[in-house]
């Protein structure tokens, strides 16, 4: 017995493994995909978008560890009732409990991991992503760059240029910035040089005439023999990267100006109400599927329903997890119910699978004897020994 213990164990943690291994690089590709190009082109290093990867981790844990379980759980319970290896443990004389203890264990320890993750080091990890994201686009690098196009360093800065002359100098250069409407200035040059120093560059204009518009009556024409322009643009000064910087003690109490602020304290009170009950979910929908999956007769017909149904009911609470966190952040009323999303499907996945063994207590036997009654009595609880020889020789 503790050697198939051992085994259920073992293939839970490989498996919920692999689905988050999947999960987050999946996550990591998608959110950071604007920095790729930033690499090629020398703006930010390998290093800084592996540390973006790091700190942005969990946040992909503390949305996506409910899937992360679902998955993992539905897979491996629907092949060992699918190889007859939950027979062979009912056979062996294990309640529906007993076997749904493993995955139990999984949501119980998905859900201390999602709690340190959205309580603990989400806020002390986002602010790092957020500073060496907006660095980033606040860099321009010559090979960002592209002829014949108009190339938009900031909302109030475009360069042009016709061609390139040699890696850090162009041909034909057209710089335009607008200040403000019917107030911009035009500059137009021979060639252009760009200058680097601590990772900033200097386009170094020679040989041109920049024209300055500050109205109609003031328009003025000035010749230059060197002209220079800075690309990098300058900092923004972000206010409020969200709620993820705030640990979730402000967020449960916010300060008095929020308070006074019906949807403003709607909005703090969800997150912080919502990084408790997201972690909360992994028990929740640990304990829906394995009600689903654990008890019944064995047979293809009802194992295939069983699947369908777990598959349907984990994405209808998925959905209705997104809807009632919306609501909550426009009705502050509602966020108490907002404890339910866990607990239904906890308390439905425990009555299904008490219910197994109480109405059931020995449904595995009918049909293999049914299946096996032509064959020798000592085949007949030959299904006792396939798991523990399974896991035996894993």
């Known amino acids: 017995m503790t050697t198939v213990v051992r085994y259920m164990y073992s293939r839970l943690g490989l498996a919920f493994l692999g689905v988050m291994a999947v999960l987050v690089v999946n996550e990591m590709l998608y959110k950071t995909k604007e920095l790729y190009h930033l690499v090629f082109s020398n703006v930010i290093s390998v290093t800084e978008v592996l540390i973006v ?60 991991f999602c709690a340190i993750m959205s309580m603990y080091v989400l806020p002390a990890t986002f602010g790092k992503a957020m500073e060496i994201r907006f660095a980033a686009e606040s860099r321009v690098a010559p090979g960002m760059l592209l002829e014949g196009v108009q190339n938009t360093i900031s909302p109030q800065l475009s360069l042009s240029f016709q061609h390139w002359l040699s890696a850090d100098i162009v041909g034909e250069v057209v710089v335009t910035q607008d200040r403000k409407p019917g107030d911009f200035t035009f500059v137009v040059a021979e060639r252009g040089r760009f200058v680097e120093k601590n990772g900033d560059y200097v386009l170094v204009l020679e040989s041109g005439s920049q024209l300055v518009h500050n109205s109609a009556e ?8 060197q002209l220079s322009i800075p690309l990098t643009v300058p900092e923004r000064h972000v ?28 909005v703090w009170l969800a997150e912080g109400h919502h990084r408790v009950i997201n972690p909360l979910r992994c028990i929740g929908t640990a304990l829906l599927l394995l009600g689903l999956l ?41 966020i108490p119910l907002l404890y339910l999303l ?4 906890a308390g439905l996945g425990a009555l299904l699978l ?41």
């Not at 910087?245 to 402000?250: A, V």
């Not at 866990?342 to 499907?345: A, D, E, G, N």
Request: hydrophobic share 50%; with cysteine; net charge neutral.
């Open 53 to 112: 990867w790091a700190t942005l981790m969990p946040v992909v844990f503390y949305h996506l560890a409910p899937e992360m379980v679902t998955i993992a759980l539905l897979a491996r319970y629907y092949l060992w009732r699918q190889h007859n290896e939950i027979l062979a443990l009912r056979s062996m004389g294990l309640s529906c409990w007993q076997i749904a203890m493993p995955g139990i264990m999984v949501g119980v320890c998905a859900t201390v």
């Open 218 to 225: 003031d328009v003025r024409r000035v010749s230059f023999d």
């Open 239 to 266: 206010l409020d990267h969200g709620f993820y910087e705030l640990p979730i003690g402000m967020l449960l109490n916010p300060p008095e100006a929020v308070q006074r602020d019906p949807l403003q304290l709607a």
């Open 294 to 334: 654990v008890p019944g007769l064995q047979g293809y017909a009802e194992l295939i329903v069983r699947l369908l149904l777990a598959a349907a009911l984990t994405f209808a609470e998925s959905s209705a997890s997104t809807i009632a966190f919306v609501t909550a952040q426009r009705h502050a009323d509602v």
């Open 342 to 345: 866990p607990l239904i499907p």
């Open 354 to 394: 008490s219910l197994g063994d109480r109405h059931h207590p020995r449904w595995i036997l009918i049909p293999a004897l049914w299946r096996n009654k032509s064959r020798p009595p000592s085949e007949d609880y030959s299904a006792g020994a396939t798991l523990a020889g399974r896991a035996s020789l894993d």
